[in-house]
Structure formats: structure tokens, C-alpha cells
């Protein structure tokens, strides 16, 4: 099963994900540099996985995609941008494109991933499990099996811990926010393993059919 997986980070919902081919895209170089140590089997391109989506979006079999999440999140706008003198910024807009241009473009599996933001959403989400809201063409059921993490509250070590990551020696600046990004390995691994679910479902049935065994 090839699977893209976009803007990668350090690879927080691709963590416990087994038996798959996955490409990899991730702008920050930094980033990209701890993914490919985690993950040496994966293909890791440093470059703007929007544009990327755009360029190569029939070539897998499943797309993960977790745009920017910093300007729809409801605590930067309510906490930060209120109380604590954050700039405010306009919302990425390039959540909502790429949610409608796989709804109308893609032949593949695919799921969008974001936070809940402050404002009410522009296009409804398929699923929300955790803090987390999912638009994806497949239902995605609820997940018994979740890493619990205070995530406001939590610091490096606890989050390294829950994660399964370790950043230190990296370059990276500010590993706090990078660890906040991850999405929940489990998390990660009950989505792609509902998508492979159904992947297989449609490359057996696809191959009775060739086959001339269908029924009738």
C-alpha cells in the first residue's frame, strides 16, 4: 500500500504504521532530517507538500495530509491573541483547499487532518476523535486506543515519553510545539488501519473481477 504522508513533521501519526511504502513531505529541513533518522525506510522529500499534493496526488494508494494548524487553533486566537499580545493572522486557507480538491479530485483514500479551531467550521469534518477533526472520503470510527497527554500542559520529557520520540541532540528549536504537532501514534495507526481495511477490500474484490469470478 504506497502512502503519502504530508506535511510529515517528525512523524508523529505515521509512528506505528507497519507494512506500508510511505513518501514522505516535510518543509522543514530540521524536521525532515529527524523523520528520515525515524523512519530510514521511507522516501523524505524537503520541500511544500501543498504543492506536492497537487503534482502527484494519483500515485498512492492512501493520503495523509496535516496542513498548518497554528492560525484555526482555538487556544493561539482565545489565549494568545487575546490575553497574551500574539499577532493575529489570517486562517490557512490551505486546509480547505486541499480538503475540496481531494473530495473532487482523488480516486485514492485520504484523510485531512486539523485541530478544532475558534471559529465555526467552514466545511464539516467526517470524524472527530480526540482534538482532532478528520475530513476524509471513507468513515472513520471511534478509536478505544489513544495515548492520554495533557497536551497544554505537558513538557519534553512527558510528551518524548508518550510519544515515542526523543529529540534530544536535534537542532531543532522549539521541540515542545514540534511534540504538541504529533499526532497520537495510535491514533495514526487506527485511521491507515481503517483505510487499509478497506484498500484490500477494493484489491480483492478488484481482483475476483479479473479473474471472471464475480458474482452474480
Not at 497537487?54 to 490575553?83: A, M
Request: proline share 6%; charged share 20%; net charge positive.
Amino acid at each position: 500500500m504506497k502512502v503519502l504522508n504530508l506535511y510529515a513533521g517528525i512523524g508523529g501519526n505515521r509512528k506505528n504504521w507497519h507494512d506500508v511504502s510511505v513518501t514522505a513531505v516535510e518543509l522543514d529541513p530540521a524536521l525532515a532530517a529527524l523523520y528520515a533518522q525515524n523512519f530510514p525506510n521511507d522516501k523524505v522529500i524537503v520541500g511544500d507538500a501543498h504543492q506536492y499534493l497537487l503534482d502527484h496526488y494519483k500515485e498512492f494508494d492512501f493520503i495523509w495530509s496535516s496542513p498548518p494548524c497554528q492560525s484555526h487553533s482555538s487556544f493561539r486566537q482565545n489565549i494568545c491573541v487575546r490575553y497574551r499580545g500574539t499577532p493575529a493572522v489570517f486562517p490557512d486557507m490551505r486546509l480547505y483547499q486541499e480538503i475540496l480538491f481531494l473530495k473532487h479530485n482523488a480516486e485514492c483514500l485520504w484523510a485531512v487532518e486539523n485541530v478544532k479551531p475558534y471559529y465555526t467550521v467552514l466545511i464539516e469534518p467526517d470524524a472527530v476523535l480526540q482534538r482532532h477533526l478528520f475530513w476524509s472520503n471513507f468513515p472513520i470510527p471511534e478509536s478505544d486506543s489513544q495515548t492520554v497527554i495533557k497536551i497544554r500542559y505537558a513538557q519534553i520529557p512527558e510528551l518524548e515519553e508518550s510519544l515515542g520520540f526523543c529529540l534530544k541532540g536535534s537542532n531543532i528549536r522549539n521541540k515542545r510545539q514540534v511534540l504538541r504537532n504529533c499526532v497520537d501514534p495510535n491514533l495514526g495507526l487506527h485511521i491507515l488501519n481503517t483505510a487499509r481495511s478497506l484498500y484490500m477490500k477494493t484489491m480483492k474484490i478488484s481482483k475476483t473481477k479479473k479473474n471472471g469470478k464475480g458474482v452474480r
